[in-house]
């Protein structure tokens, strides 16, 4: 059984040390896994641990009564580019894409915040595909997810790690582009407005990164479409320059997410929480350019009635396209709980 303990000086927030001090333990399937660079092109296994932080770790300020699900995504994350480096000899020049990602909550009591020192638990299993001479081209992981040791949730992604200069995407970014059209023009549209920071979870203005919806007859669909404000987006430092981190669609789903969620179903923010969140990227987002996102209902009852979890809660499940131009560059499957 192979430990690893880091301790990183803060830099970034995409960086490790946004998950602070925490401890991964790799568990092999076999003697040979021991040894540094022995281990076989198959599932490994891994435990994370870590202490979930009080405060948001990219919104300070956030109001929310529950731990944000980003912590224990991002967690997958850099444990998976910690596991592909040291365990599955994916060379350093090959530039991680994050080609999707996800998490539900399962256990909502788990996760209201209820003072400091509450520990996060990660069961991973890490699958390599696309294995050519012993390399694999990309990474699979499913977690499950424990709080104070009560299992509560789980968290998947998948990382590709393309051969340097080789590639759909354009040249400088290295990301692929999808051609799919939309409405003609594609431009962002009008907002009513800007929300109140606590319509999304916030105390601070400058956290608000979209505004008030406008119905989408324009757009063909029946649903809302949300601009992004992208300068306060292009704020958070990323990986890329020029480039919105994956991770900050995440945020951007959970203030979509409770807008639409009042919008549509009457929930009250406070209340409300992203239960569900799962996206697929399917083209670079660039921070220079405009970007919306299409919100629909998903799964809409037959007598109008919301829908309610196994508790009796009400929950919305909601469809999302953000889209630059005629390009959708990411698609996300979310579920908002009223915790009432």
Not at 158 to 181: D, H, I, K, T
Request: hydrophobic fraction near 40%.
């Amino acid at each position: 059984m192979d430990t690893y303990t880091p301790t990183y000086t803060p830099t970034s927030p995409t960086s490790p040390s946004f998950l602070g001090p925490h401890h991964l333990v790799h568990r092999p399937g076999s003697p040979e896994a021991f040894l540094f660079k022995a281990t076989a092109p198959v599932r490994q296994n891994f435990a994370f641990s870590a202490q979930l932080p009080e405060e948001h770790p990219l919104f300070g300020d956030s109001v929310s009564r529950y731990h944000d699900l980003l912590f224990p995504i991002e967690s997958l994350r850099r444990t998976m580019l910690f596991a592909a480096r040291r365990y599955f000899r994916v060379p350093t020049g090959r530039r991680p894409v994050l080609a999707s990602a996800g998490a539900t909550i399962t256990g909502p009591d788990a996760w209201r915040r209820d003072g400091a020192g509450t520990r996060i638990a990660l069961d991973l299993g890490m699958t390599p595909f696309d294995v050519v001479g012993g390399v694999p081209r990309g990474l699979e992981c499913e977690a499950a997810v424990s709080i104070d040791g009560e299992r509560c949730g789980t968290a998947s992604a998948r990382l590709v790690f393309p051969l340097q200069g080789v590639g759909p995407g354009g040249p400088a970014l290295g990301r692929p582009e999808n051609s799919e059209p939309t409405a003609a023009g594609g431009g962002v549209p009008a907002s009513p407005g800007t929300p109140l920071p606590e319509q999304v979870g916030h105390l601070d203005s400058r956290h608000v990164l979209v505004g008030l919806p406008a119905y989408a007859g324009a757009e063909g669909g029946d649903g809302l479409v949300f601009p992004v404000h992208a300068p306060a987006a292009a704020e958070v430092p990323a990986e890329v320059p020029g480039v919105l981190e994956p991770m900050l669609f995440l945020e951007m789903s959970r203030q979509v997410g409770l807008l639409a969620a009042a919008e549509l179903r009457g929930f009250v923010p406070s209340y409300a929480v992203l239960s569900r969140w799962q996206a697929s990227f399917e083209g670079v987002a660039e921070s220079a350019l405009p970007l919306r996102c299409t919100v629909r209902e998903e799964a809409r009852r037959a007598d109008g009635r919301v829908s309610r979890d196994a508790e009796g809660r009400p929950v919305i499940d909601l469809r999302m396209s953000f889209l630059q131009g005629s390009r959708v560059v990411a698609r996300v499957s979310a579920a908002v709980l009223q915790d009432c």
